[in-house]
């Protein structure tokens, strides 16, 4: 079933009547650039085909109530502080906070939301609900706010409300992605560049059904020894150090560690970007590789499942590269892998991974997609 129409389906099920607009959002897997976005580094991500959908229609007053494929229904007030709230509805509500705390008058709304992008799995779940709803209330204010004003909103959410010290990556991909393309973004400027995956090449996409809260997980850590890092540094963030400072800089084994990890990887991406311009498949794939090597390593984010996975994948005749993706401690991996084959690579991967760990793993062959958007019904 189409999710739009799955979406449009539940809201005349729950509300009686049929929504007025819809909104979509997509997921993101980021190909290489991880634990940079918060250094103000660089990313190079690109949207799933798996989305988030928001079917709605504004109402009168301030109450905001939602339903959600397997979820009770939730309603809240927009005058209500977000922070008081508990479970998924923190972040409709703070999108509406924050837009509110713009100026923007958001008005009450009636709203379904399903969703094709797996919770956890370190795919952006988060990210495509914050900028879906946050295009919805873009659109009911009469604003013309940009994808990437949306993006810094779910970013205040995720940091304010959520309590997760992330970057902007996710909900900025979600926001501005360009279909068939991965996109190089400085996190510092929010200056993106389009680069085409090369012909003839797939992207996979494996999920190891282990999972992670990042608000529980060692990410704080990562982010405050960065902050550290950089201080020692003398820089203001550790996008603006080099590997010969961070090799000769009185830090400690661990710091060093950390920040020769974020350097590394800043100069892997935007080399990535290169050889996505010039069609360097083989080149993009050791990258990949190289940035798992240093995950696992220096910035000791990976786990045991995401080691198997990607090994596994990078020992299939096929596969060009392939690394762990997201913020880390379980989730999933991503490969660059010849289409022709892709699908079977994919089962051969998974059936091995199951046999090994004794876990059944999902796997999706993907195609970057398009960013968000609204329709009006």
Not at 30 to 41: A, F, K, S
Request: a negative charge.
């Amino acid at each position: 079933m189409d999710f739009s129409n799955e979406a449009k389906q539940l809201f005349k099920e729950h509300y009686g009547q049929a929504p007025s607009m819809i909104a979509q959002a997509p997921g993101r897997v980021n190909l290489i650039g991880e634990h940079t976005d918060y250094n103000d580094g660089f990313v190079l991500p690109m949207a799933l085909p798996m989305r988030t959908v928001v079917a709605f229609t504004p109402r009168n007053g301030q109450q905001v109530r939602m339903i959600s494929k397997g979820y009770p229904a939730v309603s809240f007030d927009l005058s209500h502080d977000p922070r008081s709230l508990n479970g998924w509805v923190r972040y409709v509500a703070g999108v509406a906070h924050f837009l509110q705390e713009q100026g923007l008058e958001v008005p009450g709304f009636d709203a379904a939301i399903t969703t094709e992008v797996p919770g956890g799995a370190g795919l952006s779940s988060s990210a495509s609900l914050e900028v879906a709803v946050g295009m919805a209330m873009n659109v009911m204010a009469g604003s013309t706010l940009d994808g990437a004003a949306i993006a810094r909103i779910g970013q205040r959410v995720e940091n304010d409300i959520i309590g997760v010290s992330s970057g902007i990556m996710d909900q900025l991909i979600s926001a501005i992605a360009v279909e068939g393309s991965a996109l190089l973004i400085d996190c510092r400027s929010l200056e993106a560049s389009a680069y085409p995956i090369p012909a003839g090449k797939s992207v996979v996409v494996f999920d190891t059904n282990t999972r992670r809260e990042l608000e529980t997980s060692a990410y704080g850590d990562r982010q405050r020894t960065c902050s550290r890092a950089a201080a020692v540094l003398g820089v203001e963030k550790l996008r603006d150090a080099t590997l010969t400072q961070v090799n000769e800089a009185q830090l400690t084994p661990l710091e060093r560690r950390r920040a020769r990890h974020v350097v590394s990887e800043n100069e892997r991406t935007e080399r990535a970007a290169k050889a996505l311009h010039e069609g360097d498949a083989v080149a993009f794939g050791e990258l990949m590789n190289e940035s798992h090597r240093s995950l696992r390593d220096d910035f000791e984010v990976s786990s045991v499942a995401l080691d198997t996975m990607v090994g596994l994948a990078q020992g299939e005749p096929g596969c060009l590269g392939a690394r762990m993706t997201g913020g880390g401690f379980g989730g999933c991996a991503v490969a660059l892998v010849d289409a022709e084959i892709a699908e079977d690579l994919a089962r051969a991967v998974a059936q091995k991974y199951e046999i090994e760990l004794g876990v059944e793993p999902a796997s999706w062959v993907v195609s970057p997609g398009g960013g968000a958007s609204v329709t009006t019904l």
